[in-house]
């Protein structure tokens, strides 16, 4: 937690180094979420916009602009005025992955990073029952286990893990399935 109110401490201290932007912000300031309230990443700007309120003696508010998997918060964002009023507040994968998954109406260059906020370890776990106790171990599984279909992969929404299941394939050179599910359809890659 420390780390991550210093981060955005360090960040509101870059954008207001300078003698040009020594009076910011006179104004408030707007940090658009593009993902629902209650989730990490308007957790975790909530906990940056008050501690930046605290330092800068000034609003900071959050703008939760939802919907299609952060696209259209992060469109919002990159048609915003850059003066520094409006800041996008979302994990890089958003402007990363998305553009190479889906049509977008940004591009990654319209933004420029000011901090890192926080980060997130990912592991990989499997059932105690699974043949192989480690990554290494992957190749030497059991025959009657090499056989069977491809598992069905689904990360449930598009992702870091979505990019990589599909584009991978399993060391026995079997390409495993692809299951993306929404509301109205369930469609096998």
């Not at 190479?100 to 591009?107: Q, R, Y």
């Not at 997130?120 to 499997?126: L, Y």
């Amino acid at each position: 937690m420390l780390k991550v109110l210093a981060r955005a401490f360090f960040a509101a201290y870059l954008l207001c180094s300078t003698g040009a932007n020594a009076s910011w912000p006179d104004r408030p300031v707007t940090l658009i979420v593009p993902y629902a309230a209650g989730g990490i990443t308007d957790v975790l700007a909530r906990l940056t916009a008050e501690h930046l309120q605290r330092t800068f003696k000034q609003s900071f508010i959050i703008q939760n602009e939802t919907g299609a998997g952060g696209i259209i918060g992060a469109a919002n964002a990159a048609r915003a005025k850059p003066d520094g009023y409006t800041l996008f507040f979302a994990p890089i994968a958003l402007l990363t992955l998305s553009p190479l998954t889906t049509k977008v109406n940004f591009a990654t260059s319209d933004f420029e990073p000011i901090s890192i906020v926080a980060s997130s370890p990912f592991v990989v776990t499997v059932g105690k029952d699974f043949p192989a106790s480690s990554p290494s171990h992957r190749g030497r599984r059991p025959r009657k286990w090499r056989r069977r279909s491809p598992p069905i992969c689904s990360a449930g929404v598009r992702s870091q893990t979505t990019l990589h299941r599909k584009n991978s394939k399993r060391v026995d050179g079997q390409t495993s399935r692809f299951a993306q599910s929404s509301a109205r359809r369930r469609s096998i890659v």
